[in-house]
């Protein structure tokens, strides 16, 4: 069965709620990297590095996965 494409509104509401979904993923992983740093008490903030670019990683993939072609 064909899909119908989405319209404009329909997109925009989608990328935007995904805009969002990012941002508040990157600042609980900035918390949580400060707070297990913190913790942990190391010299060099490696959580405060890793815990976000993990976060965006995955937010890619899921990006990609989502707005790749299925047939």
Known sequence: MDKKP???GELLLQYS???FQLLI????AVYA???ID?????KFPIF???LPLTVIAGMIFKAIKDTSKKQ
């Not at 993923?25 to 609980?28: N, P, R």
């Open 6 to 8: 989405k319209s404009n």
């Open 17 to 19: 709620g995904f805009a």
């Open 25 to 28: 993923a990157i600042g609980v």
């Open 33 to 35: 990297g400060l707070y």
């Open 38 to 42: 913190k913790w942990i008490n190391t």
């Open 48 to 50: 405060l590095w890793l």
